[in-house]
């Protein structure tokens, strides 16, 4: 594993502190137009849908260019690239790869210039790890197809304004993975109804969609009628570089040590605590773990060789981690860490709290831990089926 940046790598960094620097104003000083004059010109930069071709609108740009980009908006805490992340990171890539000439100038642009956000349409209610169960049904008549079913967990579905939908189209299959079609529809489509769900942390990020006679255009679909689980794999595929992720868990993990100095634990500084701080040192060796197997998978892409199963590693463990700083935080601050916002002795208005309460954000959301290991056992460690 090579560590060094060549010297055009090292320009691109200083380019993007240089930009930075120069754009990213501190919190307080942000103004209502903040977002919108930061969406415009980081996609002037050519940075938003920064690895996708030329052609639709990226920058063609490089893996590692991308990686040092990730890093760098992560360690400053800058907004997002675009408002639509799934739009950025699976629904445009999708239909890059499957949609239709069509489609590509219908929906493409939209997503790189945040004027429209993206939500996802696979989970249901009984059906969410085995997801190649699905039901919602879409049968065709003429030139749309009917739906009709439930989807759940569906995160932003109450202010997105098109779904990637996964519908079953076929029943009578040998294999389950048959049968489903990818289907784009509008949310404000006639006979869509979002009840979002509130969260134990009292958030209401998602919710559960009923569709009852919903006709979606043909040519929304995306793909072939049947080819769904096939769109729908190589789409979450594109979502691959864990990079970004580690330097938000390195900010987290400073956040956490600025706590545990302003402290006390049983009269004493928590800082002085041997326990707190062997706890501190196991956490930032953890992360580290996380970079240096993330720049395994970096290696392994520069390459060419596509990632596969290995991502399930880093997901297993940033989600164990997330959940062990969260609770060694509300821990150490006692009783008051448990109050949320607005509790009169809240711990940094109750940022640790709502963390730990919001655990199944890292967990569950994209796939659960159970199924991670699964997917280690079976594919990488070459054990018997579960
Ligand atoms: C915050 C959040 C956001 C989400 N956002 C979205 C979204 O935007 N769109 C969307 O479609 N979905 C979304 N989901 C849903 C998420 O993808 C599912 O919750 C997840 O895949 C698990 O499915 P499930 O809830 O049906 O649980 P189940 O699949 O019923 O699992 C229940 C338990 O059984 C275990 N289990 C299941 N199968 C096996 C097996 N074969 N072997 C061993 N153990 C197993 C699981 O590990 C788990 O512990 C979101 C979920 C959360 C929590």
């Given at each position: 594993?090579?560590?060094?940046?060549?010297?055009?790598?090292?320009?691109?960094?200083?380019?993007?502190?240089?930009?930075?620097?120069?754009?990213?104003?501190?919190?307080?000083?942000?103004?209502?137009?903040?977002?919108?004059?930061?969406?415009?010109?980081?996609?002037?930069?050519?940075?938003?849908?920064?690895?996708?071709?030329?052609?639709?609108?990226?920058?063609?740009?490089?893996?590692?260019?991308?990686?040092?980009?990730?890093?760098?908006?992560?360690?400053?805490?800058?907004?997002?690239?675009?408002?639509?992340?799934?739009?950025?990171?699976?629904?445009?890539?999708?239909?890059?790869?499957?949609?239709?000439?069509?489609?590509?100038?219908?929906?493409?642009?939209?997503?790189?210039?945040?004027?429209?956000?993206?939500?996802?349409?696979y989970s249901e209610p009984n059906h969410g790890s085995d997801l190649a169960s699905i039901q919602c049904?879409?049968?065709?008549?003429?030139?749309?197809?009917?739906?009709?079913g439930q989807k759940t967990w569906?995160?932003?579905?109450?202010?997105?304004?098109?779904?990637?939908?996964?519908?079953r189209?076929?029943?009578?299959?040998?294999?389950?993975?048959?049968?489903?079609?990818?289907?784009?529809?509008?949310?404000?489509?006639?006979?869509?109804?979002?009840?979002?769900?509130?969260?134990?942390?009292?958030?209401?990020?998602?919710?559960e969609?009923?569709?009852?006679?919903?006709?979606?255009?043909?040519?929304?679909?995306?793909?072939?009628?049947?080819?769904?689980?096939?769109?729908?794999?190589?789409?979450?595929?594109?979502?691959?570089?864990?990079?970004?992720?580690?330097?938000?868990?390195?900010?987290?993990?400073?956040?956490?040590?600025?706590?545990?100095?302003?402290?006390?634990?049983?009269?004493?500084?928590?800082?002085?605590?041997?326990?707190?701080?062997?706890?501190?040192?196991?956490?930032?060796?953890?992360?580290?773990?996380?970079?240096?197997?993330?720049?395994?998978?970096?290696?392994?892409?520069?390459?060419?060789?596509?990632?596969?199963?290995?991502?399930?590693?880093?997901?297993?463990?940033?989600?164990?981690?997330?959940?062990?700083?969260?609770?060694?935080?509300?821990?150490?601050?006692?009783?008051?860490?448990?109050?949320?916002?607005?509790?009169?002795?809240?711990?940094?208005?109750?940022?640790?709290?709502?963390?730990?309460?919001?655990?199944?954000?890292?967990?569950?959301?994209?796939?659960?831990?159970?199924?991670?290991?699964?997917?280690?056992?079976?594919?990488?460690?070459?054990?018997?089926?579960?």
């Amino acid at each position: 594993m090579d560590f060094e940046y060549t010297p055009e790598e090292q320009a691109f960094r200083e380019e993007v502190r240089t930009f930075l620097a120069e754009n990213l104003p501190r919190k307080a000083e942000r103004g209502t137009d903040f977002l919108a004059t930061w969406l415009a010109k980081v996609r002037e930069k050519g940075w938003v849908g920064f690895s996708w071709p030329k052609e639709f609108g990226g920058s063609d740009g490089g893996l590692i260019e991308q990686t040092i980009l990730r890093e760098e908006m992560a360690l400053a805490k800058a907004p997002p690239l675009g408002t639509s992340f799934m739009g950025l990171a699976w629904v445009g890539p999708g239909i890059m790869q499957y949609g239709t000439e069509a489609q590509k100038k219908k929906f493409i642009p939209d997503i790189l210039d945040s004027k429209v956000t993206w939500c996802t349409g696979y989970s249901e209610p009984n059906h969410g790890s085995d997801l190649a169960s699905i039901q919602c049904k879409a049968v065709r008549e003429g030139d749309h197809y009917l739906v009709n079913g439930q989807k759940t967990w569906t995160t932003g579905a109450a202010f997105s304004q098109w779904i990637i939908l996964l519908t079953r189209t076929s029943f009578d299959v040998e294999v389950k993975h048959n049968g489903i079609t990818c289907l784009l529809v509008a949310m404000d489509s006639p006979g869509i109804d979002v009840r979002p769900i509130e969260n134990m942390a009292g958030d209401r990020h998602f919710a559960e969609i009923f569709f009852t006679d919903v006709k979606v255009p043909v040519e929304n679909r995306l793909g072939e009628e049947g080819d769904g689980w096939k769109v729908t794999v190589s789409a979450l595929a594109n979502e691959r570089s864990s990079i970004g992720e580690v330097t938000q868990m390195f900010g987290k993990l400073d956040t956490l040590k600025a706590l545990v100095k302003r402290t006390n634990r049983q009269g004493k500084p928590a800082s002085k605590d041997p326990k707190v701080r062997r706890t501190l040192a196991v956490f930032e060796a953890k992360i580290a773990a996380m970079k240096y197997n993330g720049l395994r998978y970096l290696t392994k892409q520069i390459r060419g060789e596509p990632l596969t199963s290995e991502t399930s590693v880093n997901k297993l463990h940033r989600a164990s981690l997330e959940i062990e700083m969260d609770d060694f935080a509300v821990e150490l601050t006692g009783q008051s860490g448990l109050q949320l916002k607005g509790g009169s002795d809240a711990v940094e208005n109750g940022r640790w709290a709502k963390s730990s309460l919001n655990w199944p954000n890292v967990v569950i959301g994209g796939g659960t831990p159970n199924i991670q290991r699964n997917i280690i056992a079976e594919r990488i460690l070459g054990l018997p089926k579960d």
